[in-house]
């Protein structure tokens, strides 16, 4: 019945850590997407699931950044060694198909100190 | 490169009157544009998607490819439209949506 979850709600963690960020999406939405987005900018495309499989995840910034969608339900955003640079709203979506809009969680506020 | 400009960060308007947020898109293939809507404390929303055609809240945008334009109108702004609109490009072939930088609109009373 809920819409896109995510948590945490808010995540601070200390340059170098290593972190998982959680998103549930709608029951049945097909499609994941990620987006980052930091202050005063748009959100900026991560990474897009289709079913289980990464069909698009040209958007990580770099080898730090990978995520998982085992059951073709769940998915987790993990980040290694955190930079500062790394902080920033991240915002799952789920779609029930590939040209359907998309539904947003209420985000990820992560804080690297 | 595929891109959405959306010109002005924030436009305050008083109650009744009219407003038109600009969006701008650079892109050689199909387009299919959005306008994604988030009010206070609130996620992220659809608004309206320019192949319905549909008016929400009041809402319209007209796509025009010659100006590579999407741009969000309604006649009378109302209080409750104050937020943050996002406009939004579909790439044809693929599932990458890019957004714009974002305006905020204030309604004043």
């Known amino acids: 019945g809920a819409g896109v979850s995510q948590t945490p709600s808010n995540k601070v963690t200390e340059k170098g850590k290593y972190v998982e960020l959680r998103c549930d999406p709608i029951s049945g939405h097909t499609a994941l997407y990620w987006y980052r987005q930091s202050l005063g900018q748009g959100p900026e495309f991560l990474i897009y699931?289709?079913?289980?499989?990464?069909?698009?995840d040209s958007g990580l910034p770099n080898d730090r950044f990978f995520a998982v969608r085992p059951e073709g339900s769940v998915s987790t955003l993990k980040i290694q060694r955190t930079e500062r640079g790394d902080s920033a709203v991240y915002l799952c979506?789920?779609?029930?198909?590939?040209?359907?809009?998309?539904?947003f969680g209420n985000g990820t506020r992560l804080t690297v100190t | 490169a595929q891109r959405v400009t959306q010109p002005e960060k924030l436009l305050s308007v008083f109650k009744g009157a009219p407003v038109e947020l600009k969006c701008n898109y650079s892109y050689s293939g199909s387009p299919e544009l959005f306008w994604y809507v988030q009010y206070s404390r609130q996620r992220l929303q659809l608004l309206l998607r320019?192949?319905s055609r549909e008016s929400i809240k009041g809402f319209t945008a007209d796509l025009n490819k010659g100006e590579t334009s999407f741009h969000l109108k309604k006649p009378f702004a109302q209080e409750e439209d104050s937020a943050m609109y996002y406009c939004?490009?579909?790439?044809?072939?693929?599932?990458?949506?890019?957004f714009g930088t974002g305006t905020r609109l204030k309604v004043l009373a």
């Open positions: 320019h192949i």
């Open positions: 979506a789920s779609s029930p198909g590939r040209w359907s809009p998309l539904h």
């Open positions: 699931f289709q079913g289980t499989g990464a069909a698009d």
């Open positions: 939004a490009l579909s790439l044809s072939g693929t599932y990458k949506y890019i």
